[in-house]
T-cell receptor, first 115, second 113 residues
Framework: DTGVSQDPRHKITKRGQNVTFRCDPISEHNRLYWYRQTLGQGPEFLTYFQNEAQLEKSRLLSDRFSAERPKGSFSTLEIQRTEQGDSAMYLC?????????????FGSGTRLTVV | GENVEQHPSTLSVQEGDSAVIKCTYSDSASNYFPWYKQELGKRPQLIIDIRSNVGEKKDQRIAVTLNKTAKHFSLHITETQPEDSAVYFCAARRGNQGGKLIFGQGTELSVKP
């Protein structure tokens, strides 16, 4: 495992359906982050975990969004009752927590299209 | 609140020229400032970072400068090449609180041969 893996790469769903994305971080990284990126914008913070604990969730995240990292390894991001405004690239990243200088390693993202 | 402003949004230079991208941040407790390069359809990749106890850092053709007093930092690319063409994002983070990065809006750099 040499990087952050995300699955699926692309997802097309009808409005109102639920979707779930998966992220597998770099194995020794104990911090895992979810970001959302729309065209022409920088990544927007959604939530992050240290091990299995969800330490922060963006106020921009509605109740339709939930994330888990049950065993401190992979994480899932679920969006319920999808809306067209949810269409975006969902990026996962991981990092080591005890060294402030360590940057993120991003995954390739899951591109969600809500039709 | 936490905010990172990035300028310009687009930048076009001739091959061999220098490019400078500037960012300002609002949170004075920020102490770590990475820069990411994102090519079309690919993931953001870390290219250089700087901590708040350092004023400048250089890695070959890339350098970053930090002015804590003014709360701004800049990316400098010298001797630009067509493969430098991409979107560049700056970010800022509070090292001891949360660990999340706040990103700027991005700069689309185009290097013309």
């Amino acid at each position: 495992d040499t990087g952050v893996s995300q699955d699926p790469r692309h997802k097309i769903t009808k409005r109102g359906q639920n979707v779930t994305f998966r992220c597998d971080p770099i194995s020794e990284h104990n911090r895992l982050y979810w970001y959302r990126q729309t065209l022409g914008q920088g990544p927007e913070f959604l939530t992050y975990f240290q091990n299995e604990a969800q330490l922060e969730k963006s106020r921009l995240l509605s109740d339709r969004f939930s994330a888990e990292r049950p065993k401190g390894s992979f994480s899932t991001l679920e969006i319920q009752r999808t809306e067209q405004g949810d269409s975006a690239m969902y990026l996962c990243a991981s990092s080591l927590s005890w060294e402030v200088g360590y940057g993120y390693t991003f995954g390739s993202g899951t591109r969600l299209t809500v039709v | 609140g936490e905010n990172v402003e990035q300028h310009p949004s687009t930048l076009s230079v001739q091959e061999g020229d220098s490019a400078v991208i500037k960012c300002t941040y609002s949170d004075s407790a920020s102490n770590y400032f990475p820069w990411y390069k994102q090519e079309l359809g690919k993931r953001p990749q870390l290219i250089i970072d700087i901590r708040s106890n350092v004023g400048e850092k250089k890695d070959q053709r890339i350098a970053v400068t930090l002015n804590k007093t003014a709360k701004h930092f800049s990316l400098h690319i010298t001797e630009t090449q067509p493969e430098d063409s991409a979107v560049y994002f700056c970010a800022a983070r509070r090292g001891n609180q949360g660990g999340k990065l706040i990103f700027g809006q991005g700069t689309e750099l185009s290097v013309k041969p």
